[in-house]
C-alpha cells in the first residue's frame, strides 16, 4: 500500500462534523427541529432556545453538539447534532450582551 502526500494535512484541516451549521447560530437563538410522528406519518415541527454549542468527540470524529431549552416543555434540556438545528428566529441584540 502505498503513502498518499500531503493526505495528514487534508485530515487536519478537515472541520468539525456541524461546525458550518454551529457558526450560523448563536446562543439565545430560538431554534427549530424535527421529529417523525409514525402514527401521522409526517415529520412535526419543534422549537426551543439554544443554550449552548460545544465540540465533542463521539465515535472517535469531533463533532458539534447544542444544548437546547424546549418551549413547550419544563425542566428538561435536550442535546442535538447541531447538523440538524435550523434557526427559526434570531436573539435581539439586548438578550446577546446580557
Not at 447544542?66 to 428538561?76: A, T
Request: contains cysteine; aromatic residues 8%; neutral net charge.
Amino acid at each position: 500500500m502505498g503513502c498518499v502526500r500531503g493526505l495528514s494535512l487534508i485530515m487536519d484541516n478537515k472541520k468539525n462534523f456541524g461546525e458550518l451549521s454551529s457558526n450560523s447560530l448563536k446562543v439565545g437563538d430560538i431554534i427549530e427541529w424535527s421529529r417523525w410522528n409514525s402514527e401521522q406519518e409526517v415529520y412535526e415541527p419543534h422549537y426551543g432556545i439554544l443554550l449552548n454549542m460545544k465540540n465533542e468527540i463521539r465515535s472517535s470524529r469531533v463533532v458539534s453538539i447544542s444544548k437546547v431549552k424546549p418551549l413547550n416543555q419544563e425542566g428538561i434540556e435536550l442535546e442535538f447534532f447541531t447538523l440538524s438545528l435550523r434557526l427559526f428566529s434570531r436573539a435581539s441584540e439586548s438578550i446577546e450582551k446580557s
